[in-house]
T-cell receptor, first 112, second 114 residues
Framework: DAKTTQPTSMDCAEGRAANLPCNHSTISGNEYVYWYRQIHSQGPQYIIHGLKNNETNEMASLIITEDRKSSTLILPHATLRDTAVYYCIVRYNAGNNRKLIWGLGTSLAVNP | DTEVTQTPKHLVMGMTNKKSLKCEQHMGHRAMYWYKQKAKKPPELMFVYSYEKLSINESVPSRFSPECPNSSLLNLHLHALQPEDSALYLC?????????????FGNGTRLTVT
């Protein structure tokens, strides 16, 4: 299984960009990278996903390196409401089934 | 607000009790999931239903019994649980199975087994 590694915790000042790294050095060519976040006392929330190209939506940008061994989730202007645990996930193809392999998550604290 | 509703929010049960967790979504999603989450850990997949049929059981003990009465509802029946089963139980849905579309999670049921 492809696995992801993430820093345990990070801090970011409100209004600044938050850059959350993820290593997935054993990822295969057809395995997607997903990001979810979990705010305290809530269920996980989908943020973004990608395969090879960089992706952007209304929540964040996802930058994937050319060799696909790592990626960075970027929250361009972090707010206090972005304080959460951010999970980097690989969608693993297991035969006829697919599985989500979750990282342990990065706890992001956005400070005023 | 989440579009996946889970009830109850909190549940305390003894090891001899029988209880059920409920999950409901009205987004027309055809895949539904049960996850278990221990403190400071990522969610762990338990069961997947696709088009109301059980498609994945991640070797979950039989004291957990899932049920999908229709495309909008998902239940998890609990019987003879152990204290180590105390956790946050999350329900999720997606437009289709195979993780081809994002999962929408409920806010979970916090279960305590005494």
């Amino acid at each position: 299984d492809a696995k992801t590694t993430q820093p345990t915790s990070m801090d970011c000042a409100e209004g600044r960009a938050a850059n959350l790294p993820c290593n997935h050095s054993t990822i295969s060519g057809n395995e997607y990278v997903y990001w979810y976040r979990q705010i305290h006392s809530q269920g996980p929330q989908y943020i973004i996903h990608g395969l090879k190209n960089n992706e952007t939506n209304e929540m964040a940008s996802l930058i994937i390196t050319e060799d696909r061994k790592s990626s960075t989730l970027i929250l361009p202007h972090a707010t206090l409401r972005d304080t959460a645990v951010y999970y980097c996930i690989v969608r693993y193809n297991a035969g006829n089934n697919r599985k989500l392999i979750w990282g342990l998550g990065t706890s992001l604290a956005v400070n005023p | 607000d989440t579009e996946v509703t889970q009830t109850p929010k909190h549940l305390v049960m003894g090891m001899t009790n029988k209880k059920s967790l409920k999950c409901e979504q009205h987004m027309g999603h055809r895949a539904m999931y049960w996850y278990k989450q221990k403190a400071k850990k990522p969610p762990e997949l338990m069961f997947v239903y696709s088009y109301e049929k059980l498609s994945i059981n991640e070797s979950v003990p039989s004291r957990f019994s899932p049920e999908c009465p229709n495309s909008s509802l998902l239940n998890l029946h609990l019987h003879a649980l152990q204290p180590e089963d105390s956790a946050l139980y999350l329900c999720a849905s997606s437009r289709q199975g195979g993780y081809n579309s994002p999962l929408h999670f409920g806010n979970g049921t916090r279960l305590t087994v005494t």
